[in-house]
Nanobody
Framework: VQLQASGGGVVQNGDSLKLVCAGTGRTFDSYAMAWFRQAPEKEREYVAAITWSGSDRFYADSVKDRFTISRDNAKNRLYLEMNNLRPEDTAVYYC??????????????????????WGQGTQVTVSS
């Protein structure tokens, strides 16, 4: 599967934004997927993940209760709805996919090595 992220932009502190990751190929629904982000001069960090069916979702503590990951397999789309954005959310956001598993409690979800397909990033900038 090939992935392309979009929807980034410049917003104010407290605003909302929705990112979209479009997948190509007829096997999109066989992939577990995730969002990661990378701020300048920082390591790429995990944001959220979702199983192939969408039945299970996992979040980093820093975005829990503010961000929602979802997917529409009929449209080959992965989403990240971001509410109450903060300046520290500023980063390039990447979508990623794996045909592997995320683990019973999602313990594999935060690991970059879990994913073997990555999209190009989309910039999100939150001004204070």
């Amino acid at each position: 599967v090939q992935l392309q992220a979009s929807g980034g932009g410049v917003v104010q502190n407290g605003d909302s934004l929705k990112l979209v990751c479009a997948g190509t190929g007829r096997t999109f629904d066989s992939y577990a997927m995730a969002w990661f982000r990378q701020a300048p001069e920082k390591e790429r960090e995990y944001v959220a993940a979702i199983t192939w069916s969408g039945s299970d979702r996992f979040y980093a503590d820093s975005v829990k209760d503010r961000f929602t990951i979802s997917r529409d397999n009929a449209k080959n789309r992965l989403y990240l709805e971001m509410n109450n954005l903060r300046p520290e959310d500023t980063a390039v956001y990447y979508c990623a996919a794996t045909r592997g598993v995320l683990g019973p409690l999602g313990h594999l979800a935060p690991l970059r090595t879990t994913y073997n397909e990555w999209g190009q990033g989309t910039q999100v900038t939150v001004s204070s």
